[in-house]
């Protein structure tokens, strides 16, 4: 008998046992569970931030690019305007007197000429005389240089440069025009009179705009499609 209730007690104790095991089992699973859910929403809420931010950045590099371009043709249509105006009176010039030699002197004629002189003495200048396509040869026979617009009366002058499109080069050999003919003033006439200066085109260079009216010029900005002109004085006008 004492084998048998031994046995039975042998019996008893281990399903205590195992049922203790299943219990902690099932805890140590559902803690398991628990854990791996929390870090699956970890890792998931981690995610939709990397996203959102990413979003974000992304649209603001869209949004910098789409402004980048807007600008980039903004200043293509303004090149393409200023092409389209050159291209369109360099045609009708070719068309008018046979070829681009005379197309600066065309200019001149047709649209800076006109209404120059009262214009310019709206700036307090006095000029009674507007000659176009001056040149001055030096003693001996050799070109000085060449001017394509002159105003002047007794006491001062006005050495105008006319392009269809204004460069920083076009400025600086202007420039030295104005050198040269202060150098040579007993030959060119400039002897005791004040000289001025101004660039007239159609389109003007950005660095070609500053060089000029840092250096005092009037500039003259030539409209084709009314051939008219709109001059601006400098800060302080240069004198040569």
């Given at each position: 008998?004492?084998?048998?209730?031994?046995?039975?007690?042998?019996?008893?104790?281990?399903?205590?046992?195992?049922?203790?095991?299943?219990?902690?089992?099932?805890?140590?699973?559902?803690?398991?569970?628990?854990?791996?859910?929390?870090?699956?929403?970890?890792?998931?809420?981690?995610?939709?931030?990397?996203?959102?931010?990413?979003?974000?950045?992304?649209?603001?590099t869209?949004?910098?690019m789409?402004?980048?371009?807007?600008?980039?043709e903004?200043?293509?249509d303004?090149?393409?305007?200023?092409?389209?105006?050159?291209?369109?009176?360099?045609?009708?010039?070719?068309?008018?007197?046979?070829?681009?030699?005379?197309s600066?002197?065309?200019?001149?004629?047709?649209?800076?000429?006109?209404g120059?002189?009262?214009?310019m003495?709206?700036?307090?200048?006095?000029?009674?005389m507007?000659?176009?396509?001056?040149e001055?040869?030096d003693?001996?026979?050799?070109?000085?240089?060449?001017?394509?617009?002159?105003?002047?009366?007794?006491?001062?002058?006005?050495v105008?440069?006319?392009?269809?499109?204004?460069?920083?080069?076009?400025?600086?050999?202007?420039?030295?025009?104005?050198?040269?003919?202060?150098?040579?003033?007993r030959?060119?006439?400039?002897?005791?009179?004040?000289m001025?200066?101004?660039?007239?085109?159609?389109g003007?260079?950005e660095?070609?705009?500053?060089?000029?009216?840092?250096?005092?010029?009037?500039?003259?900005?030539?409209?084709?499609?009314t051939?008219?002109?709109?001059?601006?004085?400098?800060?302080e006008?240069?004198?040569?």
């Open positions: 008998m004492t084998s048998m209730t031994t046995l039975e007690d042998i019996v008893a104790q281990l399903g205590v046992t195992m049922v203790e095991t299943r219990k902690e089992w099932k805890e140590s699973l559902a803690e398991s569970q628990k854990k791996w859910e929390e870090t699956q929403a970890e890792s998931q809420k981690k995610w939709e931030e990397t996203q959102a931010e990413s979003q974000k950045k992304w649209e603001e869209k949004k910098r789409a402004e980048g371009w807007e600008r980039t903004r200043a293509l303004r090149m393409s305007a200023e092409h389209e105006k050159s291209e369109r009176l360099m045609q009708r010039l070719e068309k008018n007197m046979g070829g681009l030699n005379n600066i002197g065309e200019i001149v004629e047709m649209i800076v000429i006109p120059v002189k009262e214009k003495n709206a700036f307090r200048h006095t000029f009674t507007a000659s176009p396509r001056k001055y040869s003693t001996d026979g050799s070109t000085l240089t060449e001017v394509d617009l002159l105003l002047e009366n007794c006491d001062e002058v006005m105008v440069e006319v392009k269809t499109q204004v460069s920083k080069k076009w400025v600086e050999r202007h420039l030295k025009r104005l050198e040269i003919l202060r150098q040579k003033e030959i060119t006439g400039m002897t005791g009179k004040t001025y200066a101004a660039v007239a085109g159609i003007f260079d660095e070609a705009r500053e060089l000029a009216a840092k250096s005092g010029m009037y500039l003259i900005d030539i409209n084709e499609d051939e008219r002109i709109d001059i601006k004085a400098p800060d006008a240069g004198t040569w």
